[in-house]
């Protein structure tokens, strides 16, 4: 698989502007940097901001010094000509700069592709609306290092939570009793300041006097974890909204997970259910490792179908099956946390917990294997 094109598509009519969009490769290099860009219309404004702007290496993201792109107002999308072929596996991430003076919820929604020179489709991520740059890991994204978490309204609103709650698949909560701060705090006798989130107590109902709240404006809540953890490690992120009332204010926020360079690297979005919200941002699929090819050795001569043992040919069907179903289950897996972060899809077997299915049967003894499959 080689890549030639990187795409930023809207779907909806809305304007996209960017400052940046970095395509890294393993070694650091910005493979993007000064290569061909266009995009569906040019804004008319004395700044020009022509699609050029988004592989000039510039990444001010303030609009009023004339560094981004803008398009009118339609289904937009932006295009960057790689000028060659690279192969999927040498890209590493893309970095997205979005606009940070205002109007940042212009690119929530809007889908990020890498394509081939034929314009088919090799990787897609849905980009959100967050005002800090967003880092969309195409391959290797379980050794990224975290440092952050954040929720963050992108329309102007009240943000207030009981705990969030950070775990790693030992169910320690990485974020109790970590440094928090917010955009601001709601003047009340109950002092709903931002540590409240991390206190360890979960109580929902805003009359206790446990819930964080600030004023009604561009809201956000950041948890600084004070030391760097793999992005692997994190199981998932549960979230107490408020249960006595108000529980919509919490639609349409977005929890991040950001890594220590201060990139957003995941991302989900809140609806508005009262009391607890999980987001699994990792689960024990995520550790399943899968090879993805199985030697000829192993299957017998497959030159002659007369020299192919009939067992392992049986085996090497019943692999293909299986390989089906857990490539199926991790696609689920991915379709429920909201992401394509481009995960290790050549996965190998690391989990010895891990149960096949019965109807694929016991490998290490003929006779156990299920009929409905010899």
């Not at 009332?245 to 201060?262: F, M, P, T, V, Y």
């Amino acid at each position: 698989m080689a890549v030639r094109f990187v795409k930023i598509q809207h779907y909806r009519n809305e304007y996209l502007h960017v400052s940046q969009v970095e395509v890294l490769t393993f070694d650091g290099k910005n493979i993007a940097l000064g290569k061909k860009a266009t995009q569906s219309s040019v804004y008319s404004h004395s700044k020009n901001p022509i699609a050029e702007r988004a592989v000039d290496g510039n990444t001010e993201t303030d609009w009023n010094r004339g560094n981004l792109t803008h398009t009118n107002q339609e289904k937009s999308w932006l295009l960057i000509d790689l000028g060659q072929n690279y192969p999927f596996q040498s890209i590493h991430r893309i970095n997205v700069y979005n606009r940070t003076d205002c109007c940042n919820e212009r690119l929530e929604e809007a889908v990020l592709y890498l394509l081939d020179d034929h314009e088919k489709e090799l990787f897609s991520n849905v980009l959100c609306g967050a005002m800090i740059p967003q880092a969309i890991y195409v391959n290797k994204i379980e050794n990224v290092k975290v440092r952050k978490v954040k929720i963050e309204h992108i329309r102007s609103e009240y943000l207030h939570v009981s705990q969030v709650e950070v775990l790693t698949f030992d169910g320690k909560n990485i974020a109790l009793g970590k440094k928090a701060t917010q955009s601001s705090v709601y003047s009340h006798s109950k002092n709903p300041i931002a540590e409240r989130a991390v206190d360890g107590n979960t109580e929902t109902d805003w009359n206790r006097g446990n819930l964080t709240h600030t004023n009604q404006e561009k809201s956000w809540l950041l948890i600084d974890l004070e030391q760097e953890y793999l992005f692997k490690d994190i199981n998932k992120i549960i979230t107490y909204n408020r249960s006595d009332g108000c529980n919509e204010r919490l639609s349409g926020a977005i929890l991040q997970i950001i890594s220590s360079d201060n990139f957003v690297i995941w991302h989900s979005t809140f609806n508005s259910r009262p009391f607890a919200q999980v987001k699994v941002v990792n689960d024990k699929l995520f550790k399943l490792k899968l090879s993805s090819s199985v030697s000829n050795s192993a299957l017998g001569d497959t030159s002659s179908p007369s020299q192919v043992d009939p067992f392992q040919a049986f085996q090497n069907a019943q692999y293909r099956q299986f390989q089906e179903f857990l490539q199926l289950q991790f696609q689920q897996f991915r379709e429920l946390n909201g992401q394509n972060q481009g995960l290790d899809q050549n996965l190998q077997f690391q989990n010895p917990q891990f149960q096949l299915p019965s109807q694929y049967g016991n490998y290490s003894n003929q006779e156990n294997i299920d009929p409905y499959f010899r």
